[in-house]
């Protein structure tokens, strides 16, 4: 799964094999922020036009926009559940790590390095 961030909002992406198209979805929300692309380059500027469509809307209704998260979790859970869930996060880590190194290596490397990304989509199924 990919993260996309802006604004603090948090995108998750997923990509729809039959469809041939990615998918994302703005995650921490009770109203709905969707976008979609056929490219990495697309998904990005749908992402960004969405939540400024979001926030034009917001402003237009004069409502304050939803913020993502408050920073507050309280949960119980099977101690199974929660080594599986604390996997989960190992895993996402591990890919917003990457992601930090793609940008500090530069714009060309990122392009590169996205196009795997997206190759290693298509391989999963």
């Not at 469809?19 to 976008?35: P, Q, S």
Request: net charge negative; with cysteine; hydrophobic share 35%.
């Amino acid at each position: 799964m990919i993260k996309l961030t802006y604004k603090k909002y948090i995108g998750n992406v997923v990509y729809d094999d039959d469809a041939k198209i990615f998918h994302g979805e703005v995650i921490g929300l009770k109203d709905v922020i969707t976008f979609q692309g056929t490219t990495v380059r697309e998904l990005e500027k749908a992402f960004k036009d969405s939540i400024h469509d979001y926030l034009a809307w917001c402003k237009e209704r004069g409502e304050a926009p939803e913020k993502t998260f408050s920073g507050k979790l309280h949960l119980r859970m099977t101690p199974d559940l929660h080594a599986h869930l604390t996997m989960e996060d190992l895993e996402d880590l591990y890919d917003i790590q990457e992601a930090e190194k793609i940008v500090a290596k530069g714009e060309e490397e990122k392009g590169r390095t996205l196009e795997k990304i997206e190759e290693s989509l298509h391989k999963k199924d």
